[in-house]
Nanobody, 128 residues
Framework: QVQLVEPGGGLVETGGSLRLSCVASGGTFSNYAMGWFRQAPGKEREFLTT????????????YYATSVKGRCTISRDNAKNTVYLQMNSLKPEDTAVYYC?????????????????WGQGTQVTVSS
């Protein structure tokens, strides 16, 4: 059983930057692909980015949704059991609850159903 905790989040101005973190416990972190999603009020949960598990040849591969490509960077620190989401050039439409998730998939999972474990979510608000 993997537990994911997401400290951080908060309020940022348009054009600003924010780094989210997600700390995992209860499993072998390197054996999980990690992803970030977000959900705005009244909308479905949206995939943002994923980074592969690091116990396979595709070590550290990443994939980004079009909506955030070029503005966001996902990274992981296996020594700290932590995955990060660096977000730049934030816009009001980036306002949402952001979730990290873990999947024991070999690929780069992009749908919520592929992830077995979820964090509690953290609110990000971008002011205009």
């Amino acid at each position: 059983q993997v537990q994911l905790v997401e400290p951080g989040g908060g309020l940022v101005e348009t054009g600003g930057s924010l780094r989210l973190s997600c700390v995992a416990s209860g499993g072998t972190f390197s054996n999980y692909a990690m992803g970030w999603f977000r959900q705005a009020p009244g909308k479905e949960r949206e995939f943002l980015t994923t980074i592969s598990r690091t116990d396979i040849p595709s070590y550290g591969m990443t994939y980004y949704a079009t909506s955030v490509k070029g503005r966001c960077t996902i990274s992981r620190d296996n020594a700290k059991n932590t995955v990060y989401l660096q977000m730049n050039s934030l816009k009001p439409e980036d306002t949402a609850v952001y979730y990290c998730a873990a999947a024991s998939r070999w690929s780069l999972p992009r749908t919520p159903g592929e992830y077995a474990y979820w964090g509690q979510g953290t609110q990000v608000t971008v002011s205009s």
